[in-house]
């Protein structure tokens, strides 16, 4: 399943998302799959990604008075794109 939860993430990436859209889905989806236990089965390096989505997901913020740590819609495509290649 974690695969199916990696190309959703290859999704955002291409566009066929918004950020909005993704960053929550993805959120709940990846609880989901921790609290089923499902992240443990898959090897160390997709949990890896997976979890370092997950948090990137959680700091987008789309409004402009975001903190400096917070990502806009640019910057969380981007770095996602940086972790699904």
């Known amino acids: ?3 199916a939860l ?3 993430a290859r999704s955002f990436v291409v ?3 918004s950020a909005e859209i993704f960053s929550s889905a993805y959120m709940e ?3 989901i799959e921790r609290d089923r236990g499902f ?3 898959d ?3 997709l949990n890896e990604k997976l979890s370092s989505i997950f948090c990137l ?3 987008y913020n789309p409004d402009p008075d975001r903190e400096g740590y917070e990502l806009d819609e640019e910057s969380l495509r981007i770095k996602i794109t940086q ?3």
């Open 29 to 31: 989806l990846w609880k």
């Open 6 to 8: 990696f190309e959703f």
């Open 39 to 41: 992240l443990q089965k």
């Open 83 to 85: 972790i699904v290649g």
């Open 43 to 45: 090897d160390s390096e």
């Open 57 to 59: 997901a959680d700091l």
């Open 15 to 17: 566009g066929r998302l």
């Open 1 to 3: 399943m974690s695969a």
